[in-house]
């Protein structure tokens, strides 16, 4: 393109530039004129049941009195209500007022850019404790500085009227409402309710190195006093970088369809929310790092209930407890819940981004009470991009429980701060020499998944895991179909329940039941201690249809492990001994699969033994317990005991089958002073091909001991060492003084028992062919009869009982004996003709005949053949 060129497109790009502008300026114009009237003019317009607006100096604040009063309630009516930003609307009233209702009936959208706030007559900072309702069934839109300074809890709602414990209501339809001293006990919604917006600047919210949370710079936003209510129910709820704030008080957020009533009850922490009568919701979305927080010295509740709840970009619902108790969080979705993403704002160093989150704390120096609840009930549920749901210990007691109930869950992909997934941890919180709080002692609380499909992936994790003093949780999930696959910069995907520094408490127990369990492409299901002292937990799994685990990658193989393992400090490589315990496993299913490198480990050594971070463990091993059909270790699967310290190290395997294929490995063996382990072996047949090998060896110590029950040992065999083909071995390398026990229990068969010599001499096949049958280049003997040989030749051949076959095959058409068609039942699909004789010697057939039926008659004496034989060449073929 040459310079003139060039200039030319510049001016007309320009011109282009300078309509779009204007168009969009006069757009703007025009909306702005029909959303506010008087740009920068409060807009508090009221129209009856005695509602007076001070309209002398209201162009910014308005004070609003008067209004009708019945008992504690007082009605107030309004045309319009918009508060601009700077700009304050008051609600004066009586200390005797409970409850302040107001309705806007204008059908314009409620903006609120200033604040709004409470007063007792004659004061001018005493916000008294009155409850304020704020309907508009046309909407609600608070701007980035909205602030409520009120006295009581705050439901701001698109409802179009307010229900009354005597039955009136309060609507914005009727002019002149009849008013009530009730109380109010529900917010009915019209055809198409309007939506409820909240604007911010983001929530500001970080994570401390040992991650606790900071909420130190966090703006209040939209905030109650403490022990308050502060709901938002509309058609649908969006909070776009704004924040609530109701310490240690309750926040509802509601997202409601049409014609719905959702109820009200007064207690002595605000007002809860009933969404039982509602049929259909709206969805519920925060984003750009929006915040609703109920933590305080005992934490408080959230609750969102709508069709598709989302949070992304930072998004946060929290709940934590400063002093003691424990906080809820209850997240209600008829369709779906999708938490998205990690805050986009970086904190400066130590601190990292927040991920999106739903979490509950409690918090350094607090002591929980084992109260806290965090509740998710949805159709499908995603967590994605390092969001993540969780209970954490930092401080004293016990946690409480996150229960997860959905149809579809999916735990996918990781941050480069933040991995995606569900957890119930104790926090690694440890004081410096000031520090007046104790670390992290409480123990950590339970994670329990229901679901119908179960999907952790790309590094996704779902841990118990304890980084502190303090016992962690169990985890407990129930699914049809579970799968664990993948990794990310973070490790591998994982089911996880680990007491992961030394001076850490007791790691909790994972239990699984399943039909389907699937393990692959490095993902893990682990227990596993890293304490000086305290025992790794078990991992027990019931799988009605299979396990299956398979593969590797580079954190680690596939596979199940429960063990109990030192750390190394990466910077200057010095080891934190462990002496815990493993954990035991114990799996029952129809078919155990193992392959390609996957791994059954309850030992003291690492998944990966070329890890930078980990080192074998000190303490005693754990048991390995199956339960199978079908047991199959195929291309170099590992099932291992494996031991360099300790006892224990035990392998149990029951099963019909057991089959090791292409040098798998099935072992208790140890090194160091640790003696081989015990391997069991119950089944009715084990196979053993391509250089696959069962192994209680020993390197320092005594071989172990290696006992096989079966019907039959195929392809391998004990050796007194290893070769290149498939070995049952028990050696130690001390020498063989030192090997431990192989035994090997199978059927004493001896095969030459139970036989009988055959006559030599047998019958002229001569004498025995009907002359009547001759030999043709077609011919065929077919013998049919219900019989068989006996089990030796010295046995007599007894008489046999006929078996017929009686079964019914329904809706089939059939021809009975009279030649009629009928769809009933059929007959039996063989019935034998059922002949009277007489007891007579049998006669040898010579001929037989075609009858007019077509059947075929065998008959002794030759007569005239109805049928040439010769000529249908029907003979003895």
């Known amino acids: 393109m040459t310079a003139q060129n060039h200039s030319q497109s510049a001016r007309y790009y320009d011109s282009q530039r300078n309509k779009q502008t204007l168009f969009f300026g006069i757009a703007l114009t025009i909306v702005s004129s029909t959303i506010v009237a008087k740009p920068g003019i409060a807009d508090v317009i009221p129209n009856g049941l005695g509602t007076v607006v001070d309209v002398q ?38 200390e005797a007022i409970a409850n302040i209702i107001t ?51 705050f439901i701001g709602s698109t409802a179009e009227g307010i229900q009354f414990d005597d039955g009136t209501e309060f609507a914005v339809d009727v002019a002149d409402p009849l008013l009530t001293i009730s109380v109010p006990v529900g917010l009915q919604f019209g055809r198409d309710p309007g939506n409820i917006r909240v604007a911010g600047g983001g929530n500001n919210i970080f994570l401390n190195p040992d991650s606790t949370i900071n909420r130190s710079d966090r703006p209040t936003g939209l905030g109650v006093p403490s022990g308050n209510t502060l709901a938002l129910v509309g058609g649908t709820v969006n909070l776009n970088g704004g924040n609530l704030t109701a310490d240690a008080g309750r926040i509802e957020l509601g997202g409601i369809g049409n014609n719905s009533l959702v109820t009200l009850d007064e207690t002595n922490r605000g007002w809860v929310l009933d969404y039982s009568a509602v049929e259909t919701f709206g969805n519920i979305q925060l984003s750009n790092a929006a915040s609703a927080d109920v933590s305080g010295d005992d934490a408080g509740t959230l609750k969102l209930q709508g069709r598709n709840i989302t949070l992304q970009e930072g998004s946060t619902l929290l709940a934590n407890t400063l002093v003691s108790g424990g906080g809820t969080i209850a997240l209600n979705a008829t369709e779906s819940l999708q938490l998205i993403g990690t805050s986009a704002t970086v904190p400066a160093e130590p601190f990292t981004p927040l991920p999106t989150s739903a979490y ?181 799994i019931q799988a009605t ?88 270790l195929d291309a170099g699967a590992v099932v291992t005991a494996n031991t360099v310290d300790g006892d224990r190290a035990n392998i149990l395997l029951q099963a019909d089958l057991i089959t090791l294929l292409d040098e798998s490995q099935l072992t208790t063996d140890a090194t160091g002073a640790a003696t081989g382990g015990n391997l069991i072996i119950n089944a009715s047949a084990v196979v053993g091909f391509d250089n696959s090998d069962i192994t209680a060896n020993a390197v320092d110590n005594f071989g172990g001991r290696i006992t096989v029950t079966a019907n039959g040992v195929f392809g391998t065999q004990f050796r007194e060492q290893l070769t290149p083909l498939s070995d049952i071995t028990a050696t130690s390398a001390l020498g063989p003084q030192f090997n431990g026990v192989v035994e090997l229990n199978t059927p004493d068969v001896d095969p030459s028992r139970g036989t009988a010599e055959l006559p030599s001499g047998l019958l002229d096949p001569d004498t025995q062919v009907i002359a009547a049958c001759e030999q043709t280049t077609t011919s065929s003997l077919l013998i049919l009869g219900r019989g068989g040989l006996p089990q030796s030749a010295n046995q007599i051949i007894y008489g046999q009982t006929l078996w017929q076959d009686f079964r019914w095959v329904d809706n089939q058409d059939y021809q009975d004996e009279s030649g009629q068609i009928s769809q009933a039942q059929s007959p039996p699909l063989f019935q034998a003709n059922r002949l009277e004789t007489n007891a007579q010697n049998v006669v040898e057939a010579q001929h037989w005949v075609i009858d007019s039926q077509g059947q075929i008659n065998l008959i002794s004496q030759a007569h005239t053949p109805v049928i040439d034989i010769d000529k249908h060449q029907h003979g003895c073929r």
């Open 545 to 632: 249809d299979f396990v299956e685990l398979q593969g590797t990658a580079p954190p680690g193989r596939s596979g199940l492990f429960a063990t109990a393992v030192s750390l190394i400090n990466p910077e200057t490589g010095e080891v934190a001994e462990s002496f815990g315990e493993g954990g035991n496993i114990v799996i029952e299913t129809p078919k155990l699969t193992v392959r390609d490198g996957a791994t059954i480990n309850v030992g003291n050594k690492p998944s990966n033994p070329d890890s930078p971070v980990i080192a074998p463990g000190n303490g005693p091993a754990g048991n390995l317990t199956v339960m199978a059909d079908l047991i199959q």
């Open 103 to 153: 309705r806007v009936t204008g059908g314009s959208a409620s903006r609120i850019n200033g604040t709004i706030q409470t007063l007792l007559d004659g004061s001018t900072d005493d916000v008294g404790t009155a409850d304020l309702f704020f309907i508009n069934p046309s909407g609600i839109v608070f701007g980035a500085n909205a602030q409520l300074n009120i006295g009581g809890s």
């Open 360 to 540: 509950i704390e409690i918090s350094t120096g607090a002591t929980g009470d084992g109260s806290s609840e965090l509740t998710i009930a949805t159709t499908d549920l995603a967590l994605r991009d390092g969001a993540q749901i969780g209970l954490s210990m930092a401080g004293l007691g016990s946690s409480g429980v996150v229960t997860v109930e959905a149809d579809t869950i999916v735990a996918e992909r990781d941050a480069p701060t933040a991995f995606s997934g569900l957890f119930a941890a104790v926090l690694p919180v440890f004081p410096g020499p000031d520090d007046p709080f104790p670390p992290s002692l409480g123990t950590g609380g339970d994670l329990v998944i229901n679901t119908n499909t179960l999907q952790v992936k790309d590094g996704a994790q779902i841990l118990v895991n304890t980084f502190g003093i303090g016992d962690a949780g169990n985890l407990t999930i129930t699914a049809q179909d579970i799968e664990v696959s993948g990794f990310s910069d973070f490790g591998a995907s994982s089911l996880q329940a680990a007491s992961e520094f030394p001076p850490t408490g007791q790691g909790g127990q994972i239990t699984i039941n399943t039909g389907r369990l699937s393990v692959t492409n490095g993902g893990q299901i682990a227990t596993s201690t890293a304490s000086a002292s305290q025992p790794a937990g078990d991992i027990i």
């Open 57 to 94: 100096g209201c162009t910014i604040s308005c004070f609003v009195t008067g209004g009708s009063t019945r008992g504690t309630n007082l009605f107030h009516s309004f045309e319009e209500f918009s508060v601009p930003v700077s700009g304050t609307a008051t609600f004066q009233h009586d």
